[in-house]
């Protein structure tokens, strides 16, 4: 399992729930991160499956009254933009939540060292088969010593 790409960037997963904080507090980590993944210091990969969630939550009546289409319609641009689409072949049952499992599976087909998340049926994990699930904070003060 790879740490980190050929180029030496962290292969990561970022969690829908990492981008919508992004947009939400533009001054926290999930924030930090997703600049990381904008100026290319992160290579994200993710999947059919995890590009429809984002695409349905950012459409959500709570993010719209609280974020600019404009703003939704960045995200998404630059998600996809910076993202490196797999498609996995293996179907994983890791969590409580089948939903989060697609993470899982796609960090497992890119061969990514980490997902970046804040939902708590993937932490409870914290691991899975070499694979580092964290907080957002955790990830930068880690990616900071690497």
Avoid: W
């Amino acid at each position: 399992m790879k740490s980190s790409t050929k180029s030496g960037k962290p292969a990561v997963v970022l969690d829908t729930n990492i981008l919508v904080s992004a947009l939400i507090a533009k001054e926290g980590a999930p924030a930090r991160v997703f600049e990381k993944l904008v100026s290319e210091e992160i290579e994200n990969y993710t999947s059919v499956e995890i590009i429809s969630e984002l695409e349905e939550v950012l459409e959500r009546e709570e993010i719209a009254e609280r974020v600019q289409k404009k703003d939704r319609a960045f995200l998404f641009s630059q998600y996809l933009n910076h993202s490196i689409r797999v498609c996995a072949k293996t179907r994983i049952c890791a969590v409580q939540h089948a939903a989060d499992n697609k993470f899982i599976e796609t960090a497992l087909e890119s061969k990514a060292k980490f997902i970046i998340t804040g939902d708590s049926h993937l932490l409870s994990l914290s691991e899975f088969q070499g694979i580092k699930i964290m907080r957002a904070k955790e990830f930068l003060r880690i990616a900071k010593t690497k």
